[in-house]
Structures are given as structure tokens and as C-alpha cells.
């Protein structure tokens, strides 16, 4: 078949733009979560699959927990109707909402506050704050006998008692910004990302030792190294690591400690959330590449296939926006993010990657929860479920 010549000059056109590696992913539709069983040996987010929901999840008020940190507040949202039921205060600079390990507590983070503050799942009310020194972030070891404090500003990895929350060992780090942490399938390491140093540490949690850092930027320099969110592929065999200075994702074995390759996905890159069957994971790129971001940036959301390591969608934020930290709905339907720097709360349909809400919350919403979620325990931050 002979080509005319303005077919050719296309043909061409696409065939440079694929050795260039262009790709334009549009806000394409995605496959329904939790319609295709997975063909993995092992899922680590096999417990988390849609409304597999423990008892003591299931009795839980539905609600969603927004903490505003330039506020000291925590705006509640029900889910179903999409409003704002009423707004408390906390201590000072709340960052992030965790549900606990035993699924009975979500603990309020505040940085500055050096509190943590209870909320009761079954009727969505506060109770007394507890002292805690600098709870940037919390997390809890896989056999659940530790709570993990992030104590980000002293430099340290606190272990505390996970019903009382005293301290039972500080561990220092010698990395700046330590923030977000992912376990080893086996549940004998930790890794954690430390956004100012752009680097990696890894902790042995039998040892509570930290046993080596890795230096994320392939030029040594850091100057291309931001990590934020860090989480686990299905089979766990290697970690998935969101740089908002890199503007994408780095891929870590985290048994060899190395980085062994990297996805762009948007600028800005924050969060990582798996779906309920594991299948994809949802990336927010928050749009700035730095702590300070302004109002409708370029935010996005990225469909990762953790499997192949190939993008599969592009979710844009209709005129601009700064999606952050969240989850995703109990039965997989919904993506639920905070704006951080617009002071809102995207929805998206998973299904079409279309944002359906946006939600006006306080100043610069952060570590977004929404409960109940699916799983047998959590190991913290947002709702790291297993």
C-alpha cells in the first residue's frame, strides 16, 4: 500500500516522539478497582481488598478526618453527602490522622502541639490529648507491640508503648526531614525517607538499630532528591518512592538497599495509595516542588501499575490545584485527597479518574483519613492497611 506523503510525515512525527519516550496520558478511563482477582502469589494488600472490613471497622461512624494544620483543627466530613459536620480543635500543626494498629483509636499528629489526640472511630469525638514529643508522624511495627513516632524536628525515631504511648527508646538519625516509613514484607526492617537530605534509612526493628542511608539523587548532590511517601509493591519486592523535587517516582529494592530505576509522573510528587485489589496505585503530584506551594498549581493524579511500572492515567485537577495526602474509600470507588495549598478536598471517581467534589476545609489540609478502611491492622500514616 503506497502512503501519501503527509501520512508519512505523521507516521514519522510518532515514531520520534515514541524513541523520545513521549507519552501523553490523558484522564483516561481505569478498569474498576476489585473487578479482577490478582494473579500474584502474594498481595500484602490482600487483607485491605475492598469493604473487607474488620468488626471492630465496621461499627465505626463513617467520617472523613482532615487535619488543618495552619489551623490547629480537624475538619469532619461525611462521606455520603459530601459536607463539612463540624470542625474541633487540636494542638498545634496537625499533620496526620492514623488510624492504630488495633483499629480502635485514629490519633491526631500534632508536630508542634508535641500531642496526640484520640478520636473515637464509633462516634467520631475527640478525647484528652496525650503527651508526645514531636509527632510529626506515626507508625506501628508489624507485630503491633510499638507505636513508631516520627519525631521529625529532633532528628529521632521514637519507639513508645503502643497502648500508653510512653517512650521505650529514641533512636537519632543522622538525615534531615525524617517523615514517611514502609516495612519489609517480612516485617524485620523499615525504610524511611528523608525529605530534606534526599535521602533513605534503613532501621532493623528487632535491633531498633538504624543499619545504613541511601542517597537517593544519582548525582550524589541531593539537588534532584525530595522524598516524601514511601510505599510497598503487592509482592513487596520493592518500594515505590513519590520525590517532589524529581517530579515522579523512585523504584528501591529494599532488601539490597538500592535504587534501581525511576517513572516520572507530575510535578510535585507527595502520595501513594494502593486500590483495593492492588492492581494500581494512586500517585498525587501536589504541583510545587517545594514546602511553600501557592493556589491552582499543576496538580494531578497519577494511575501507576506497580506491576509493569507503567503510568496508565493522567487525572488532572480541572483548574489547578495541589492534591496531597488521603486514601481511598472502602469499597475502592473513591480517591479522597487534601488540597494543601488551595485549602480543599478532592474526590475521584476511580473508575474515570473524574474529580467529582471539591470540599472547602481549613488552612492547609495535610494527612487526610478516611474511615472506616478495610484491613486486619494498620501500620499507620493515613492508613497503611494490611
Known amino acids: 500500500?503506497?502512503?501519501?506523503?503527509?501520512?508519512?510525515?505523521?507516521?514519522?512525527?510518532?515514531?520520534?516522539?515514541?524513541?523520545?519516550?513521549?507519552?501523553?496520558?490523558?484522564?483516561?478511563?481505569?478498569?474498576?478497582?476489585?473487578?479482577?482477582?490478582?494473579?500474584?502469589?502474594?498481595?500484602?494488600?490482600?487483607g485491605a481488598a475492598a469493604n473487607r472490613l474488620a468488626p471492630i471497622a465496621a461499627a465505626a461512624r463513617p467520617l472523613v478526618y482532615v487535619p488543618n494544620s495552619l489551623d490547629g483543627t480537624v475538619t469532619v466530613i461525611d462521606p455520603h453527602t459530601y459536607r463539612v459536620?463540624?470542625?474541633?480543635?487540636?494542638?498545634?500543626?496537625?499533620?496526620?490522622?492514623?488510624?492504630?494498629?488495633?483499629?480502635?483509636?485514629?490519633?491526631?499528629?500534632?508536630?508542634?502541639?508535641?500531642?496526640?489526640?484520640?478520636?473515637?472511630?464509633?462516634?467520631?469525638?475527640?478525647?484528652?490529648?496525650?503527651?508526645?514529643?514531636?509527632?510529626?508522624?506515626?507508625?506501628?511495627?508489624?507485630?503491633?507491640?510499638?507505636?513508631?513516632?516520627?519525631?521529625?524536628?529532633?532528628?529521632?525515631l521514637d519507639f513508645r508503648d503502643v497502648e500508653t504511648m510512653k517512650l521505650v527508646q529514641a533512636i537519632?538519625?543522622?538525615?534531615?526531614?525524617?517523615?514517611?516509613?514502609?516495612?519489609?514484607?517480612?516485617?524485620?526492617?523499615?525504610?524511611?525517607?528523608?525529605?530534606?537530605?534526599?535521602?533513605?534509612?534503613?532501621?532493623?526493628?528487632?535491633?531498633?538499630?538504624?543499619?545504613?542511608?541511601?542517597?537517593?539523587?544519582?548525582?550524589?548532590?541531593?539537588?534532584?532528591?525530595?522524598?516524601?511517601?514511601?510505599?510497598?509493591?503487592p509482592d513487596g519486592r520493592t518500594f515505590f518512592v513519590a520525590d517532589m523535587k524529581a517530579n515522579g517516582v523512585y523504584i528501591v529494592d529494599p532488601v539490597a538497599f538500592r535504587r534501581i530505576g525511576f517513572i516520572p509522573t507530575g510535578r510535585g510528587t507527595h502520595g501513594i495509595y494502593p486500590s483495593r485489589d492492588g492492581r494500581f496505585m494512586y500517585v498525587t503530584n501536589r504541583g510545587w516542588n517545594t514546602t511553600a506551594g501557592g493556589r491552582h498549581g499543576p496538580g494531578s493524579i497519577t494511575v501507576l501499575d506497580p506491576r509493569t511500572r507503567r503510568v496508565v492515567a493522567t487525572w488532572p485537577v480541572p483548574g489547578g490545584g495541589s492534591p496531597d495526602m488521603g486514601n481511598v474509600?472502602?469499597?475502592?470507588?473513591?480517591?479522597?485527597?487534601?488540597?494543601?495549598?488551595?485549602?480543599?478536598?478532592?474526590?475521584?471517581?476511580?473508575?474515570?479518574?473524574?474529580?467529582?467534589?471539591?470540599?472547602?476545609?481549613?488552612?492547609?489540609?495535610?494527612?487526610?483519613?478516611?474511615?472506616?478502611?478495610p484491613g486486619r491492622h494498620s501500620l499507620g500514616h493515613t492508613g497503611n492497611m494490611r
Open 1 to 46: 500500500m503506497k502512503l501519501s506523503p503527509a501520512c508519512v510525515i505523521v507516521c514519522l512525527a510518532a515514531f520520534a516522539a515514541a524513541c523520545r519516550g513521549e507519552r501523553r496520558h490523558a484522564a483516561a478511563r481505569v478498569t474498576a478497582p476489585d473487578t479482577e482477582a490478582s494473579t500474584d502469589a502474594v498481595n500484602l494488600y490482600a
Open 329 to 373: 474509600s472502602a469499597d475502592g470507588r473513591e480517591l479522597w485527597v487534601s488540597g494543601r495549598y488551595d485549602d480543599e478536598v478532592y474526590v475521584f471517581d476511580t473508575s474515570t479518574g473524574r474529580l467529582t467534589h471539591r470540599i472547602p476545609v481549613g488552612r492547609e489540609p495535610h494527612g487526610l483519613c478516611i474511615w472506616p478502611q
Open 85 to 156: 459536620v463540624r470542625t474541633f480543635a487540636t494542638g498545634a500543626l496537625p499533620q496526620h490522622v492514623v488510624p492504630s494498629y488495633d483499629l480502635a483509636t485514629l490519633w491526631v499528629a500534632n508536630n508542634r502541639g508535641n500531642t496526640l489526640t484520640p478520636i473515637d472511630p464509633a462516634t467520631g469525638q475527640e478525647g484528652a490529648s496525650v503527651p508526645v514529643a514531636d509527632p510529626y508522624n506515626l507508625y506501628f511495627t508489624p507485630d503491633g507491640r510499638f507505636a513508631l513516632v516520627v519525631a521529625e524536628r529532633r532528628r529521632r
Open 172 to 233: 537519632p538519625v543522622q538525615c534531615r526531614g525524617v517523615d514517611h516509613m514502609e516495612f519489609t514484607a517480612d516485617g524485620r526492617f523499615a525504610l524511611a525517607t528523608c525529605e530534606f537530605s534526599g535521602q533513605l534509612l534503613k532501621l532493623d526493628l528487632a535491633t531498633r538499630t538504624v543499619t545504613g542511608y541511601m542517597t537517593l539523587d544519582p548525582g550524589g548532590l541531593d539537588s534532584t532528591a525530595m522524598p516524601q511517601d514511601i510505599r510497598s509493591s
